[in-house]
């Protein structure tokens, strides 16, 4: 009865935070003629409410694709509508075709800040608790004081209830922990469907997929593709294939509606990267103009390449050796390096890293805590843009004063706390004076606050010089990459020298 309790405690604490961001500025507000991704979402509603659906993905006269035309899967143009239907019944100005662009109220501002709200209650954060409850060798407070630093997390809360993404990042990241958890719980089906349906409602879920696929793979392995391990492989197969045929069955009609689709779902015309994005391209750019030396195609074989090759290590790990531990962890390595190398990636696809760094939070708090602050660093420039300085900051204090006092991260910070032992060890053999790796991490956190503090008062303060007009947001990508490159090396090493897997070897041996 007390978990329960403190559970309900710690959402209402997550809904109150989220409805009071709410309630300031959102992207877009009163800048035509494009607005921002506010009146992207509205206009899915508009388009999906009176177009008949073979023309959702087409450029025509009513639906024209370089005014937000809708280029998510089918199970976001499906919410959409969904939104729409209640549009229409509450005022139908809101999604008359053509003549509601720009549309802006405070009425409706509300309906569109309620509809980010209901998702988030219905799908994100029962997935949070339950999730957190299911933790074991965690007592009743520990349990509660992770659900509270999870759905404190400033990222997520600041780009759905602030910056309001043109997509519900709170329901795709739902499905995913929703999936998470059934293959976790040996629910493999049940996992499988839920990460299904994350993916059908936003591409770039595809962050997480190699780690389902090698984890749900590793585990037919483990249980023989003879016998059981094969019969779990055929309903794996089945119930992909059936969730993919049940969403995509309207645009299955016609080849062209189906091919339309994927061309919208995965633009590659739009270049190696957007705006000003932590990753390793946008990083580079500024000492090698990656986007005009070389031509469009290798820089996609390029991407891929190193994409591929940064995650190809952790995934043969996790699908020789799937394990619970080695599972989360993948998450976290393959959607870094998706975000680091991968072609077309926004600042906002961070969230898809932080949630499985969410999930990890009690097991290393210290980098959990300091990678979530870093990555919604990442993502100051679109924040000030948005005039959302204020709730950027009180909000990521918030979330490390929660931290701090849930887990004594400064305490734990030994290399045994940081899971480092293993490689410490192995190092060690080598050069005998290999004792300060704790440390230096330690420094290395004070100097990351004090950087991100410096350039969050630069870029709120002063205007950058004429003829360096980005200056600011620049440096805040490229340090914000130099963290990720650093967390990307220390997910690899804990995962790759798991010392549970060395003890499993031993007993087994």
């Known amino acids: 009865m007390e978990r329960w309790y403190l559970m309900t405690v710690v959402v209402l604490i997550g809904l109150t935070v989220r409805w009071t961001v709410s309630l300031n500025s959102y992207s877009g507000a009163g800048k035509p003629p494009m607005f921002g991704d506010y009146e992207a979402q509205r206009h899915w509603q508009e388009i999906t409410f009176n177009l008949p659906v073979k023309q959702w993905y087409f450029n025509t006269t009513d639906n024209n694709l370089q005014y937000w035309g809708l280029d998510y899967p089918p199970l976001t143009a499906y919410h959409s509508l969904l939104c729409a239907y209640v549009a229409k019944f509450i005022n139908p100005d809101w999604i008359a075709l053509h003549t509601s662009h720009g549309y802006e109220s405070q009425a409706h501002k509300l309906f569109m800040r309620a509809t980010v709200f209901v998702a988030d209650l219905l799908i994100y954060i029962p997935a949070v608790i339950l999730y957190c409850c299911c933790l074991k060798e965690t007592s009743t407070k520990g349990k509660t004081a992770n659900a509270l630093c999870i759905l404190l997390y400033p990222g997520l809360i600041l780009i759905d209830y602030g910056h309001f993404q043109n997509i519900y990042n709170s329901v795709s990241l739902g499905f995913a922990l929703w999936g998470v958890l059934g293959v976790t719980c040996d629910w493999d089906l049940l996992g499988s469907l839920a990460f299904c349906l994350a993916v059908n409602y936003k591409q770039m879920e595809l962050y997480h997929s190699l780690p389902f696929f090698c984890f749900l793979l590793g585990k037919c392995f483990k249980k023989g593709l003879r016998g059981k391990g094969f019969v779990l492989l055929i309903k794996l197969a089945c119930t992909v294939v059936g969730a993919f ?15 339309q689709v994927l061309r919208r779902l995965f633009p590659v015309d739009r270049g190696l990267f957007e705006d000003k994005v932590a990753n390793i391209w946008c990083s580079l750019n500024v000492f090698l103009k990656i986007k005009d030396i070389l031509p469009h195609h290798s820089q996609v074989i390029i991407s891929f390449c190193f994409t591929f090759l940064s995650l190809l290590p952790t995934c043969i790990k996790l699908t020789l050796q799937p394990s619970l531990k ?184």
Request: proline share 6%; glycine share 2%; charged share 15%.
């Open 326 to 509: 080695g599972f989360k962890f993948t998450l976290v390595s393959c959607a870094l390096s998706f975000f680091l190398f991968s072609f077309q990636v926004h600042e906002k696809s961070i969230l898809l890293v932080s949630l499985p760094v969410c999930l990890v939070l009690n097991e290393i708090p210290f980098i959990s805590t300091w990678f979530l602050l870093v990555s919604t660093f990442s993502m100051l420039p679109l924040l000030l843009k948005d005039g959302l300085l204020i709730p950027s900051v009180v909000t990521m204090m918030a979330f490390f004063t929660a931290c701090v006092t849930c887990f004594p991260i400064f305490e734990k910070i030994s290399e045994e706390q940081l899971q480092l032992k293993s490689f410490s060890t192995l190092v060690r053999k080598y050069l005998p004076c290999f004792k300060f790796l704790p440390r230096m991490i330690k420094h290395l956190f004070f100097l990351s606050v004090i950087a991100m503090v410096l350039l969050t008062l630069v870029s709120a303060t002063l205007d950058p010089p004429q003829k360096l007009p980005d200056l600011f947001s620049v440096l805040v990508c490229f340090v914000s990459c130099l963290h990720f490159l650093f967390f990307l090396a220390y997910f690899n090493i804990i995962i790759i020298w798991d010392p549970r897997n060395e003890r499993n070897q031993k007993k087994s041996n």
């Open 245 to 259: 045929v049940l969403c995509w069955l309207p645009f299955f009609t016609e080849r062209e509606q189906a091919l």
